[in-house]
């Protein structure tokens, strides 16, 4: 199996179609959070018709934006996936920037039990402050190693020890469901320069606002979804939406949806540099026509000598 990982803008989709080409009989996978949603076609640069070239495409647009899809899903969906592409004698080509679906996929998840509703409710009504305070009590470790900013992890880690008594990193020892070791992978991460990615980031917000983003916003508030779900909080959806409310200009809501893609962007790039394994290849040079056809034999020849 191939995997093209890396943050948003830098040319995975494109590479992974090439590869498929060359490679022959290939399926494309996403392992991407947002494009999973139909109703977010645009705002998540899901490939078009013409940009898939004929290559089969798995697992992008088909979930409803009403619902709130997360990374277990994912993985179990995309395992099935992969394990029909390989009965069937297909390539499959893992594409996507959302780090913890490939981690899910690849390592399998903490079998952490539902939290207790009263215990989750309890924590996150904490000042943040006291939060990490009560964490270094029940877990030192986790408090030592989040950012005491963090919210969402410092919750997260406190509640599961409340509730269960093991911390999570004793629950993420006992991980189960990854592929790794059942699997032939061969790896890339695209890393390309910043200031190319982050121009490419912002011609790419200002062509969605061009060609149809605004209708996909307009739709999804029309059907009058909680706001907390995922496909609501994509980038892009809440500016839109505060734009369309007269809350903000379209020029405000442009440059918010392009700072807020430069930010997602920049923690995808720290997250693919830090986190996979170190001999995963990384690639740091912006992508063109050539480029994309000489990474393709690279991968190519990577899953014939695998």
């Given amino acids: 199996m191939a995997l093209i990982a890396g943050p948003t803008a830098s040319g995975k989709s494109a590479l992974s179609v090439a590869l498929a080409q060359m490679a022959g009989d290939a399926v494309v996978v996403n392992a991407d959070a947002s494009q999973v949603y139909a109703d977010l076609a645009i705002l998540s640069a899901r490939p078009s018709a013409e940009e898939m070239q004929g290559v089969a495409h798995r697992l992008f647009g088909h979930v409803d934006a009403a619902v709130a899809h997360n990374a277990a899903r994912w993985a179990d969906e995309a395992r099935g996936v992969i394990s029909r592409a390989h009965a069937a004698g297909k390539l499959p080509v ?143 959806v809440p500016q839109i939406a505060a734009w369309l409310r007269g809350e903000s200009t379209r020029d405000e809501a442009l440059a918010q949806a392009q700072a807020a893609t430069r930010q997602y962007a920049k923690r995808q790039f720290t997250w693919f540099r830090h986190q996979p394994p170190a001999d995963w290849p990384r690639h740091a040079e912006s992508l063109n026509i050539d480029s994309i056809k000489q990474l393709a034999i690279i991968l190519r020849d990577g899953l014939l000598t695998g």
């Fill in 94 to 236: 893992l594409v996507g920037g959302t780090g913890l679906y490939l981690r899910t996929l690849l390592d399998g998840i903490a079998p952490v039990p539902e939290i207790d509703p009263q215990i989750r409710e309890a924590v996150r009504a904490l000042p943040l402050a006291e939060a990490h305070a009560a964490l270094a009590g029940a877990d030192p470790d986790a408090a030592a190693r989040l950012n005491p900013a963090d919210a969402t992890r410092v919750a997260r880690a406190l509640e599961v020890v409340r509730a269960t008594g093991r911390t999570l990193a004793d629950w993420q020892q006992a991980r189960e469901g990854g592929i790794a070791d059942d699997i032939a992978l061969t790896p890339l991460i695209l890393l390309p320069p910043r200031d190319w990615l982050r121009a490419r980031c912002d011609a790419r917000l200002e062509q969605m606002f061009a060609s149809g983003a605004v209708e996909e916003v307009e739709a999804l508030l029309a059907r009058g979804l909680d706001p907390d779900l995922p496909a609501m909080r994509a980038i892009g």
